[in-house]
C-alpha cells in the first residue's frame, strides 16, 4: 500500500500544501521546527485517525484557525485506487471519508492502510507503565485483525457499564449480582478473545523480534516478551473463558467492595527482556533504544508477512543519535522493505550510498521556512 | 448578538431541542416557518399538537397508535403466541416492512444501560412477563429482535434469564448484519434473512 498524494488544509503549520510522493523512499530534511513531522504525522491520521505525536485533535489545528483537512490518494497491489479524507473542526469533531462517502465510525478506518511508525516517543514503549505496551499491541493487532479491534471498542465498553452498576447503591446484593450477569457474560465473550489474540500474536511475534535485535546489535541477547494476564495465557478462547470465570468468581467479593472491574485485559502487562533481565529496570540507555527499534523493525516485517498490501512506514527524527554502523543496518533494512518510507531528519542521511535519486522511485525533500521543494 | 424578537428567539430555542437540529438549523427552520401561509403554520401546530394529545399506546404491545389495542394486537389473523420483543416502535415499523412476522410484538421503550441510569425495572420488561403468565396470550414463543450492541446484548441475555424455567421457545434473530450497526440502518433484505434464520438463545 502507498500514498501517492497528500493534501494538508490548516493542518499545524502547513496552511495549503500537496505533495506527491514517491513510491518507494521519501526523505524530508529541514531544520527543527520547520514541519517535517507534521507531514508524516498527517499520513499516519489517514491511516489511524489520530496522531501519533499529538494527544488531542486540537493540538493539531493551525493556530489561527478552527477546522484542519486531510487528503490522501492509496494504492494498494490488491486494493484499487482510493482515496482518504479526515476532517476536524472545533464544533463538529473528526470525521473520516473513503472516496467521499462517511465512515460511520472513526475505527472502520483502521487496518485499510497498515502504518508503522518509528519516533523519538518510543522509547516511552520501554521504559513508562503498562499502558504504553497495552496500546502498542492494541494499534498493532487492530491493523491485523479488524475483529479485535471490535471486540476492544466492546470490552471497553461493557466495562464502563460494569463499573457503572458496581457503583450502583440503590441495588441490594442479590440484585446487583442479578443485573451484572448480562455485563459479565459479555464481558467475558469479548475479554476472552482479547486475551487469546494478544497471546497468539505476542508468542509469533517472538521470532521476529529476535531476529531484528540480533541483526542490529550483532550481540547473542535474547530478547523475550512475557505476556502477563489475569490467568495463564493461552491462544484458545474457551480455555480462557473458563479461567475467565473462575476468577471473576474469585474476585466477585472484592469488585464489588471496591466498586470496580478488576479482572481482565485492560490490566495487562508485557514485559520485556533482554536475556532474563528485565528491561526497564535493569536496560540501559542504549538498550532501551535498540529494543525500540528491533520491535519496530520487527512489526514491520511481521505485518508484510501477513498482510497483502506492505504496510507504510514513517521513521520520525531516528537517524540522529544513531552511530554510523547502526544507521547502516537501518538503511540496509529499508532498502530491503519493498514497501513505501517516510524518513524526516534534521541533518541530511547519506542515503546516495544506498539508493539511488535519479528515478522515480525515491525522492528527496527539503522543507525551510514554509517551503517544501525537492532536492533532486 | 441584539436579540430584536425575543418570540423568534423562544422558537428557535424549542427547535433546537429537536434531535439533529443545531442553532443554525433551528434558525434557518424558524425563519422558513415565519415566510409560510399563515395556514400552513396552524396545519403543522395542529398536527403536533395532535400528535401529543391523541395519540395513544397500545396498552397490550405499547407501540404507538391511535386506537386501544392497537391494529397488529386486535387484528385476527395475526398469531397469538409468538411476541416479537424490540427495543422501540421504529424497530415495529422496520420488522412489519419486510412482512416475515406475524405475530405480535412487545415494545421495551428502551434497553439496560447502567450507564444512562436504566435498569432493568425502567423498560417494559415486567409487562413482557405479565403477557407471559396471562393464559390469554397463550405465548410459546419469543423472539428477541434488539440491536446487536452491548445494551441489547444484556437486555436479551436478562430476558432470556427471566424465561428459563417456562415453557417458551427464546429465540433471536440471527444477525447477519454488520455488528455495531442499528437495525433501523439495516436494508430491509437483510433483516428479513436474519428473521427467517433466527435461531434459538
Ligand atoms: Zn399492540
Not at chain 1, 547519506?350 to 528527496?364: A, I, Q
Not at chain 2, 442499528?182 to 438463545?201: C, G, K, M, Q, V
Request: hydrophobic share 35%; glycine share 6%; aromatic share 10%.
Amino acid at each position: 500500500m502507498h500514498i501517492t498524494w497528500l493534501k494538508l488544509q490548516n493542518f499545524r503549520n502547513h496552511t495549503e500544501r500537496e505533495v506527491e510522493w514517491a513510491p518507494h523512499l521519501n526523505v524530508v530534511t529541514g531544520p527543527n521546527g520547520a514541519g517535517k513531522t507534521n507531514l508524516i504525522d498527517a499520513i499516519h491520521y489517514l491511516c489511524m485517525s489520530r496522531s501519533f505525536v499529538a494527544n488531542s485533535d486540537r493540538y493539531v489545528v493551525h493556530e489561527d484557525q478552527s477546522f484542519f483537512i486531510l487528503k490522501g490518494l492509496f494504492h494498494g497491489s490488491i486494493r484499487s485506487e482510493f482515496e482518504v479524507t479526515c476532517s476536524y473542526s472545533k464544533g463538529e469533531g473528526k470525521k473520516v471519508f473513503v472516496n467521499d462517502s462517511p465512515l460511520e465510525r472513526l475505527s472502520d478506518l483502521i487496518g485499510r492502510v497498515p502504518v508503522v511508525v518509528l519516533c523519538p516517543e518510543d522509547r516511552k514503549l520501554t521504559s513508562e507503565g503498562p499502558s504504553e505496551r497495552r496500546s502498542f499491541i492494541d494499534a498493532f493487532i487492530s491493523q491485523i485483525n479488524p475483529p479485535y479491534l471490535q471486540d476492544l471498542i466492546d470490552y471497553r465498553k461493557v466495562r464502563r457499564q460494569r463499573n457503572n452498576l458496581l457503583q450502583e447503591f440503590q441495588y441490594d446484593r442479590s440484585t446487583k449480582e442479578a443485573y451484572l450477569e448480562p455485563w459479565d457474560q459479555q464481558l467475558v465473550d469479548a475479554g476472552a478473545r482479547i486475551v487469546a489474540k494478544r497471546n497468539q500474536v505476542i508468542k509469533q511475534f517472538q521470532e521476529y523480534l529476535h531476529q531484528q535485535y540480533d541483526m542490529i546489535t550483532g550481540l547473542k541477547h535474547r530478547t523475550f516478551l512475557e505476556y502477563q494476564t489475569f490467568c495463564e495465557p493461552s491462544s484458545d478462547p474457551e480455555t480462557i473463558r473458563d479461567r475467565y470465570w473462575d476468577k471473576l468468581e474469585e474476585y466477585r467479593e472484592k469488585e464489588l467492595e471496591r466498586e470496580v472491574t478488576i479482572v481482565g485485559p485492560h490490566r495487562d502487562e508485557i514485559v520485556f527482556y533482554l536475556d532474563d533481565k528485565e528491561l526497564r529496570r535493569y536496560g540501559s540507555q542504549g538498550q532501551h533504544r535498540l529494543f525500540a527499534l528491533a520491535l519496530k523493525l520487527a512489526q514491520l516485517f511481521y505485518f508484510t508477512d501477513e498482510l497483502d498490501d506492505l504496510p507504510i512506514f514513517l521513521l520520525d527524527d531516528v537517524f540522529g543519535d544513531l552511530d554510523p554502523h547502526k544507521i547502516e543496518v537501518l538503511l540496509n533494512a529499508l532498502i530491503d522493505h519493498a514497501g513505501q518510507i517516510f524518513v524526516t531528519s534534521a541533518n541530511p542521511i547519506p542515503f546516495e550510498e544506498y539508493v539511488n535519486f535519479d528515478g522515480e522511485k525515491n525522492r528527496r525533500w527539503q522543507i525551510e521556512e514554509g517551503v517544501l521543494e525537492r532536492r533532486d | 448578538m441584539q436579540v430584536t424578537s425575543e418570540i423568534l428567539e423562544r422558537a428557535i430555542e424549542q427547535l433546537t431541542k429537536l434531535p439533529g437540529t443545531g442553532r443554525k438549523s433551528a434558525q434557518r427552520i424558524a425563519m422558513h416557518l415565519l415566510k409560510q401561509s399563515d395556514d400552513y403554520v396552524f396545519k403543522l401546530a395542529q398536527a403536533l399538537i395532535d400528535l401529543k394529545e391523541s395519540v395513544d399506546h397500545c396498552s397490550i404491545c405499547h407501540n404507538i397508535s391511535d386506537q386501544n389495542p392497537c391494529s397488529i394486537c386486535s387484528s385476527v389473523k395475526r398469531h397469538t403466541g409468538i411476541i416479537c420483543v424490540v427495543e422501540d416502535p421504529k424497530d415495529v415499523y422496520t420488522i412489519e416492512k419486510t412482512g416475515e412476522f406475524n405475530g405480535r410484538y412487545h415494545v421495551l421503550g428502551g434497553t439496560i444501560s447502567p450507564l444512562d441510569n436504566i435498569g432493568p425495572d425502567d423498560i417494559r420488561i415486567k409487562e413482557l412477563m405479565d403477557r407471559v403468565h396471562d393464559e390469554e396470550e397463550e405465548v410459546n414463543e419469543i423472539i428477541l429482535a434488539l440491536n446487536p450492541d452491548s445494551e441489547g446484548e444484556a437486555t436479551s441475555y436478562y430476558i432470556n434469564k427471566l424465561l428459563k424455567h417456562h415453557e417458551i421457545d427464546v429465540t433471536r434473530i440471527a444477525y447477519g448484519i454488520p455488528m455495531g450497526t442499528e437495525l433501523e440502518y439495516i436494508d430491509e433484505a437483510t433483516l428479513s434473512r436474519a428473521f427467517s434464520s433466527r435461531n434459538s438463545f
